[in-house]
């Protein structure tokens, strides 16, 4: 057997885009790929996968997976289908397309997508076709997109720190503020254990003691939405011990003074009491930010700014690394997402992947919101790809009866039948990652890495740009230079618009670093701002009164919902290798005292309902909960009830900016069924 090794790059929407060859028999009948071994000498991926995703070669070829086009045959919401030809898949909708266009309705024609697939190439390429058309596309996110805006308001960009700092001898302090890095983040986790073990301090503030939580020096389990009620008390708390860094103040901010003055006076008890913790704790804090100031860093989560004003949640945060003057040296800084980095080398290929240098005439709407854009009726045919948006969207029930109208035809692109297919009309099998070229940012550790596709056993599966390419094609584009081109051509002239350091560093070894350890970014203090100094000036931290209130002042039965991911899924994805988890969808967990307060049993029965809906669930504890959260895992539906996701609870009001998702700021009832 003739093995080729390719290098290949985990393109899931997760922290560590891990670095490995894939091991490949090209001759085999269906199972091409072998195995796929993480790359040892790689800083991050550091010889390990996740227990997501070990192993990914099961995914690739598992029985489950749609080697065939379908047509529906049924009403919706079913899956339901009938196995059709490529070629007949491609014509219908093709005709659909024609038919909007003779009506002069391009901007009817809307394509959803996100990160499911982080390949730039597969994220991006299918804008041209979008663009040839005319039509609408989805814009933002749902994720981290707020905090991100907040930190460039600040800063002008939300890429501050190098990753590396975490295993920096001169970072003596760790503060790890709403992450949960042993189930979401756990290459990050392999740093902070070395550092941990190498003498570094750990603090960790979060609404569940986690395991990370645990190995720390100073825990402070908080209830969610309450960081900047604590970042005013440790503003108030570091100017009293003349803590601040004033010299850095007054040589790299733009105001600083307003931060002191806005703090104005506040009752310590009744912060402490709406925070969740007791003054000893906070203190603690306190005493370890001075002890170890010049010394340390700080690690944000995404957790932390889905809330309706996330944005300003991370800011705060940032706001006290400012004052203490934890920026730009060895042993400090601020990690929240790292993709900034590498935006100036990659936007020239963007621009060619996308074709964005052509006049374009595209029509935007925000992700977050494509359930009441769908709502309206202006839109007849819908392309999705690379997203579950069934599963990942708020306030499912409004987003589904929209993809109910008999006049909207659904395109679904993806490997396995899911909650979204449930509502096409045609569903395309998509190629895995592997089994295309590609090139991919991490959002964590800057850097960029390269997929070389292997051969795909199924002739029917397309790449999303193979879909759309042949789809404009039948439409009338084939002579068009932006359909033109191959996918692998895309893929090279992408790679040869690099630096040629970087492109050497792909083709050699599959990845190119932007940082060694030692290296401190904004060393020089001279941020891309207008003048180049940080700005505070804006930031207030008097926000979210009313919306704080009412999560705190529940009655007994009412809970802060919090959605995480499980730690064997991301998201609606991988389910297919860890399907002995599924009965953890269908659990709402709480923390045993606030079970006693119920009168309902563990495993029993439950209705949880809020205004936008409500479904049963089955009771269980968590411990580590704080009280008064529950806690329901996003991802797949529940097995016990499969019209129901943990968004049917969500809400699709925005984050504050209108760039993602302000998914933590629900409450629940939960009641005893009958």
């Not at 040892?40 to 070829?61: A, D, I, V, W």
């Not at 979008?130 to 994720?143: D, N």
């Not at 919090?562 to 709480?590: A, C, M, T």
């Amino acid at each position: 057997m003739d093995e080729v090794v390719r290098f290949g790059t985990c393109t899931k929407d997760c922290y560590g885009s891990c670095v490995f060859n894939g091991i490949w028999n090209d001759n085999a009948i269906e199972h091409k790929l072998l195995y796929a071994r993480p790359l040892k000498n790689h800083p991050f991926t550091k010889g390990f996968f996740c227990s997501k995703y070990n192993n990914r070669q099961e995914l690739l070829y598992h029985p489950n997976r749609l080697k065939k086009p379908l047509a529906r045959i049924s009403l919706k919401p079913e899956n339901n289908f009938k196995i059709i030809s490529s070629q007949q898949a491609i014509e219908i909708i093709a005709q659909k397309v024609i038919e909007i266009k003779e009506k002069r309705q391009e901007k009817s024609i809307i394509g959803a997508f996100y990160a499911g697939n982080s390949g730039l190439i597969s994220m991006h390429s299918p804008l041209r076709f979008f663009t040839k058309i005319g039509g609408t596309v989805t814009s933002a996110g749902l994720c981290n997109e707020g905090g991100c805006e907040s930190l460039k308001k600040i800063f002008g960009t939300y890429s501050i720190s190098n990753p590396l700092q975490i295993i920096n001898p001169a970072t003596s302090l760790i503060v790890i503020w709403g992450s949960n890095l042993s189930e979401s983040n756990i290459h990050a986790y392999f740093l902070v254990k070395q550092a941990i073990k190498n003498k570094t301090k750990l603090i960790v503030i979060d609404s569940r003691n986690t395991r990370v939580a645990k190995k720390s020096n100073c825990f402070l389990q908080i209830n969610p939405g309450t960081e900047h009620l604590m970042v005013t008390m440790l503003v108030k708390a570091l100017d009293n011990q003349n803590a601040c860094d004033i010299e850095f103040l007054k040589e790299n901010i733009d105001s600083y003074s307003s931060i002191f003055s806005d703090i104005g006076d506040f009752d310590e008890n009744k912060l402490l009491s709406q925070i969740g913790i007791n003054f000893e704790r906070f203190q603690e804090f306190v005493d370890l930010l001075v002890e170890h100031k010049h010394h340390t860093l700080f690690m944000i989560g995404y957790g932390v700014q889905k809330d309706f004003y996330g944005g300003r949640i991370v800011q705060s945060i940032a706001l006290l690394q400012i004052l203490l003057g934890n920026i730009g040296k060895q042993g400090t800084g601020l990690l929240y997402s790292q993709s900034d980095f590498i935006k100036p080398i990659t936007l020239p290929i963007l621009n060619y992947i996308t074709s964005s240098t052509i006049s374009s005439n595209l029509k935007e709407i925000p992700l977050i919101n494509l359930g009441k854009a769908l709502s309206t009726g202006d839109f007849k045919l819908l392309f999705v790809y690379n997203f579950n948006p069934v599963s990942s969207l708020p306030n499912q029930n409004l987003l589904r009866e929209a993809l109910l109208k008999k006049d909207l035809f659904v395109v679904v692109l993806d490997l396995f039948l899911n909650e979204t297919t449930n509502y096409a009309d045609i569903v395309i099998p998509a190629k895995f990652d592997l089994e295309s070229s590609d090139i991919i940012t991490p959002y964590y550790f800057p850097s960029i890495s390269i997929n070389l596709g292997g051969p795909c056993p199924y002739s029917d599966c397309m790449s999303n740009y193979e879909f759309f390419q042949q789809l404009a094609w039948k439409v009338g584009y084939k002579k068009s230079a932006i359909i033109k081109e191959s996918e692998e051509d895309i893929f090279n002239k992408c790679l040869n618009m690099l630096p040629q350091k970087i492109y050497k560093d792909l083709i050699s070894k599959g990845y190119h670093l932007l940082f060694d350890q030692t290296q401190i970014p904004f060393k020089n203090l001279k941020f891309p701002t207008l003048n180049h100094k940080i700005q505070v000036q804006h930031i207030n931290l008097r926000f979210g009164e009313k919306e704080l209130n009412q999560k705190l002042n529940r009655k007994k039965n009412e809970f802060i919902l919090i959605s995480p991911s499980h730690s064997y899924f991301l998201h609606s994805q991988l389910g297919q290798l860890n399907s002995k988890y599924y009965e953890d969808f269908g659990r709402i967990f709480l923390n045993p005292e606030d079970i006693k307060t119920l009168d309902v049993d563990i495993d029993e029965e439950v209705i949880v309902s809020n205004e936008y809906g409500y479904a049963k669930y089955i009771l269980a504890e968590l411990p580590s909960l704080k009280s008064g959260i529950a806690l329901i895992y996003s991802g797949v539906s529940s097995p016990y009830n499969e019209s129901t996701n943990v968004n049917l609870f969500t809400p699709d009001i925005p984050e504050e900016s209108g760039l993602s998702g302000a998914y933590n700021s629900s409450v629940i009832k939960v009641k005893k069924v009958n």
